[in-house]
């Protein structure tokens, strides 16, 4: 038999775990996902949207109190395109199976990490806070912007108009790089290379970081020279993919 004790301590259990699900989630935050024992409702206005059979966020939207169902099996299956989480202030991205993130590691931009200058829209490509960070695949030569609602972005290379010119700068765009801006983005390592027939490059894995009116870092394929010719004001760097689980600073 159970003594009075035993008893008034389960009893406890239980209603913390009943308050647990009854409670409202944050803005932004965990709702569900396999193993979670937390919040399952959301603000009002919010809805639970499934990432992964892992993770589970509370979105802005039409609000639901209990989250989508999981998909069952893996998030992603070959050829296919992994679903990425959502990132918001004070929260962080959860890296999605076949993703990678991609960061610079040396100073002076140490572990900033590649996005768009507004986040998951075509625009200019930076460098910017861990807890902004994008996804990414490259996929048949092209560099892609994985988006949490499941839109692809396309990074794009601007074309060289002279031989003078030793910078390009990188943008992303909703349609995949073609003639002069495409060119091709591969891996050697970790680390990314970008070539193109119709220019030689002294170093395939050679970007130039140079912050923009605004301070936004934006990011440029550099055609050499290096070190002390890197154009004033920019960092001469090498960028290269992450798989932890979440963004480090």
């Known amino acids: 038999m159970f003594s009075s004790v035993t008893l008034s301590i ?8 009943g308050a647990a699900a009854q409670a409202t989630a944050p803005q932004y935050g965990q709702c ?12 009002s206005g919010w809805s639970c949207v499934v990432s992964n059979p892992y993770y589970s966020q509370c979105l802005p ?21 992994p679903t990425t989480t959502a990132s918001a202030p004070g929260s962080l991205p959860t890296l999605a199976s076949g993703n990678s993130f991609i960061r610079a590691v040396e100073d002076p931009n140490f572990h900033q ?3 768009s200058e507004v986040i998951n829209t075509a625009g200019d490509a930076v460098l910017g806070d861990y807890t902004t960070a994008a996804q990414f695949q490259i996929v048949d030569g092209q560099l892609i912007q994985m988006v949490p609602d499941g839109s ?7 074309a060289r108009s002279d031989p003078s010119v030793m910078k390009l700068k ?22 990314v290379e970008w070539s193109i027939p119709t220019i030689q490059r002294p170093q395939l894995n050679a970007w130039l970081v140079c912050p923009d009116a605004d301070g936004n870092k934006d990011v440029y394929i550099n055609l050499g020279p290096y070190d002390y010719n ?3 004001g920019c960092a001469d760097e090498t960028i290269h993919a992450y798989t932890g689980a979440t963004p480090t600073p």
């Open 230 to 232: 890197t154009p004033p």
């Open 10 to 17: 389960l009893g406890a259990l239980v209603l913390a775990s």
């Open 61 to 81: 939207g039409a609000a639901s109190s209990t989250p989508t169902s999981a998909p069952s099996g893996p998030s992603s299956t070959p050829g296919g395109s």
């Open 152 to 158: 692809k972005l396309y990074a794009v290379v601007e």
């Open 32 to 43: 569900g996902g396999q193993g979670w024992t937390g919040a399952t409702t959301c603000p």
């Open 113 to 115: 990490y590649l996005r």
């Open 170 to 191: 990188m943008s992303w765009s909703t349609t995949p790089a073609s003639g002069d801006n495409a060119g091709t983005f591969m891996w050697s390592g970790d680390t």
